[in-house]
């Protein structure tokens, strides 16, 4: 999936390089010239980083700043501006800046240090998801709940990974016996109701609902600890 960059900066020379740059990279890159335009993409889409310039018409880049860390939203934001002082570098951080940088800077170096705080963000995504909730770590084969690990047997890991993946879809028995056997499995479809019910002994929360005639579904709205 394409990072989607909000970059807000009024010298047009300079918005065009750095932006066809950044799509060059493989970046999704909506650019603005002045803050008032930016607040509005900032309520109509969703972002992976603003890059603000400070000095823009309007409304500033120290303003929009300050707007994203009242409003919440979930960004992340690096500061591309001339003002190199020590005062307005401390009032960004202060207002949540992942990074600052002094113009001029080259566009490669630009698309590093995107490409450095993209990989923060995803990080911290995956961190937050492994210490709430279910987590599920393919590579390991093993499920967590808030950081403790659920002691599943290999077949109860796979059905739980195959309807997690497929939120609300519902499987038939035949459906996961193939998925989990593929075709190697002789015998009847009631084993899946079997491993079903082990999985949700071991699970804490009711995360599998039975779809009476059909088979089973992963809900993310669970019932409350059994």
Same mark, same amino acid.
């Given at each position: 999936?394409? *990072? ?16 066809? =740059? ?6 999704? +890159? +909506? ?5 008032? !335009? *930016? ?16 000095? +823009? ?12 860390? !009242? ?18 570098? @401390? ?23 995107? !490409?450095?705080? @993209? ?10 998801? /492994?210490?709430? %909730? ?6 390991? /084969?093993? *499920? =967590? /709940? ?52 082990? @999985? ?10 039975? +779809?009476? %005639? ?13």
């Amino acid at each position: 999936m394409k *990072a989607k960059i909000l970059f807000m900066e009024d010298e047009l020379n300079i918005r065009e390089v750095l932006s066809e =740059y950044m799509n060059m990279a493989g970046m999704e +890159v +909506v650019a603005v010239e002045n803050g008032e !335009e *930016a607040i509005k993409k900032l309520n109509t889409g969703i972002f992976d980083i603003a890059i603000l310039d400070i000095m +823009v018409p309007k409304i500033s880049g120290l303003e929009v700043l300050t707007y994203i860390k !009242e409003k919440n939203i979930e960004i992340g934001i690096i500061m591309l501006t001339a003002l190199g002082d020590e005062k307005t570098q @401390l009032e960004a951080f202060n207002n949540y800046a992942d990074d600052y940088i002094v113009k001029p800077i080259s566009p490669i170096l630009l698309l590093k240090r995107i !490409e450095t705080l @993209l990989r923060r963000l995803n990080y911290s995504k995956v961190k937050e998801e /492994y210490t709430k %909730g279910l987590y599920i770590n393919k590579d390991k /084969y093993q *499920a =967590y /709940y808030n950081q403790k690990s659920l002691e599943l047997t290999l077949t109860e890991f796979l059905l739980l990974d195959c309807l997690r993946e497929y939120p609300e879809r519902v499987f038939s028995r035949e459906q996961l016996i193939y998925r989990i056997f593929n075709e190697d499995y002789i015998g009847n479809d009631r084993i899946i109701d079997s491993h079903i019910k082990n @999985l949700r002994k071991k699970l804490p929360k009711n995360y599998i609902k039975t +779809v009476i %005639g059909i088979g089973y579904s992963f809900r993310e709205e669970v019932d409350e600890i059994k």
